[in-house]
């Protein structure tokens, strides 16, 4: 047992150091904007524009599943209302960029991994080296920076879905009225809220893409190579976007407290 949690440890410490190399490598390839710039159009629409409707379709479902629980949850304690402040909040904080991320780990990290796996078992990334293309810029860097860029744009449709949905599931199989729901939902409303889920949603699609192209670039040994890199690309995904989440709520956690004391010493 020893030897296994020992084995397990170094293995998980090595492929982090394997994974900042590679980051490493990616920085470095960031000012050849002639090679990357050229792809990024592209890469911008398959990962933001067709990852939109599985995002929408999530997000709706999400927006009238937390409407109803919440009635079956508030009913007889606390004014109805107060299902607009429900929905609201846990998409915006929580559900709207966490499960829209998990989603798209599985379509748009496996894409990416699947591509450049079977790139790399087929000696296509080695003949970009033999045409003097820099493999990172050409084929990392505008993947990862259209991830960056597109998680949060795809993230604020699926809000403001997950809302309106939401308002329909409540004013319709609810006793709640448009502006009871739209009164909750505005009660405790922060703009920083969007904010935050926009900036979580950000730190994922970066790292969704990059996990990706990292475990991609390392396939080996032909279509069962790529498999495993597929597999192993949604298994990670899934568990940094969790790691993630806990280190934005902490971070969440730290900054109101700081506020908190500033305004008490004011």
Known sequence: MLTYIGRSAVQVVDGFGRLGLFL?????????????????AQQLRRIGVDSLPIALFIAAFTGIVLALLASYVFTGAVPLYLVGTLVGKTLMLELG?????LALAGRVGATMAAELGTMKVTE???ALETLAYNPFAYLVVPRVLAGTVMFPVIVAFAMAMGLFTGWLAATTLLPVSSDEFVR??????KPFDWEYGLIKSAS?????????????LRARGGAEGVGAATT???????????????????????WMTVIDWLQALV
């Open 184 to 189: 909750g939902l505005r009660l405790f409303y």
């Open 204 to 216: 994922f699609g970066f790292t969704i893409t990059l996990i990706g192209c990292f475990f991609g």
């Open 97 to 101: 960029p966490v499960l829209t991320a």
């Open 232 to 254: 192993r690309t949604v298994v990670f995904s899934a568990a940094m976007i969790l790691v993630l989440d806990a280190y934005w709520a902490v971070t969440l956690h730290w």
């Open 124 to 126: 296509q990334v080695d």
């Open 24 to 40: 490493a490598d990616v920085v470095r390839a960031l000012p050849d904007v002639r090679t990357w710039g050229r792809v990024l």
